[in-house]
C-alpha cells in the first residue's frame, strides 16, 4: 500500500507542476502582451519570430511536445512542433478552455487516431481584463514522462543481478 501511495502522490506532483506551468504563463503581463499582439494581426515578423523562440525553448526547458497559439476561432496563429490532433478536437480545447476560465489539463487522448497525448491548455488574457483572447496549449507526450514514471515500480522484480567479488592476496 505504502509503495501504491507513493505513486499516486508522485502522479498528483506530476499534475500539480504542469498546472502551475500554465498559471505562471498566464500571469505573465509582458508575455500576454506579446501573444495578445500576435493573436489580433499586429505584431511584426520580429515580435513573431521572438515568440516562436520562446516557444521552442519553453518546450525544450519544460518536455512538452509542441506549442500551440490558438485564436478563439480555431485559428492557429503561431505553431512549434507536430501536432498530435486535428483542428475539431482543438475546437473542444478551447470552447473548454473559455467556458472554464482557468488552466486545462486535457486528458489522455487520441481521438483523430494520432499517438497518445495529454495537453496543458492556457487561457490567454490581458492583466486587469476579463477577456480572454486566445489560448495557449502545450502538448505532452505520455510516453517521454509519464508513463515511465507509472512503471518505474520501486521493490522485488523478476530480475537480478550477480556481484563477483575477488579477494586479493
Known amino acids: 500500500q505504502a509503495i501504491a501511495d507513493l505513486k499516486v502522490e508522485q502522479l498528483v506532483a506530476w499534475r500539480r507542476e504542469r498546472m502551475q506551468d500554465g498559471r505562471a504563463l498566464s500571469a505573465d503581463r509582458d508575455l500576454m502582451r506579446s501573444m495578445n499582439s500576435v493573436v489580433t494581426r499586429r505584431a511584426g515578423t520580429d515580435r513573431k519570430q521572438e515568440l516562436m523562440r520562446w516557444l521552442a525553448d519553453f ?14 476561432d480555431g485559428n492557429a496563429v503561431l505553431q512549434y512542433g507536430e501536432l498530435y490532433s486535428g483542428s475539431k478536437h482543438f475546437g473542444k ?3 473548454a478552455v473559455t467556458r472554464q476560465r482557468q488552466v486545462v489539463l486535457d486528458d489522455l487522448d487520441n481521438e483523430d487516431g494520432g499517438a497518445y497525448h495529454l495537453s496543458i491548455n492556457v487561457p490567454l488574457k490581458l492583466a486587469g481584463e476579463q477577456q480572454i ?31 563477483r567479488v575477488r579477494r586479493k592476496r
Not at 65 to 70: E, F, G, S
Not at 134 to 149: K, N, R, T, W, Y
Open 59 to 72: 518546450c525544450g526547458a519544460y518536455g512538452y511536445a509542441n506549442a500551440v497559439l490558438w485564436d478563439l
Open 133 to 163: 483572447f486566445g489560448v495557449l496549449s502545450f502538448a505532452i507526450d505520455p510516453e517521454q514522462h509519464l508513463f515511465p514514471m507509472v512503471v518505474r515500480w520501486p521493490g522485488p522484480q523478476r530480475r537480478g543481478e550477480s556481484l
Open 93 to 95: 480545447i478551447i470552447e
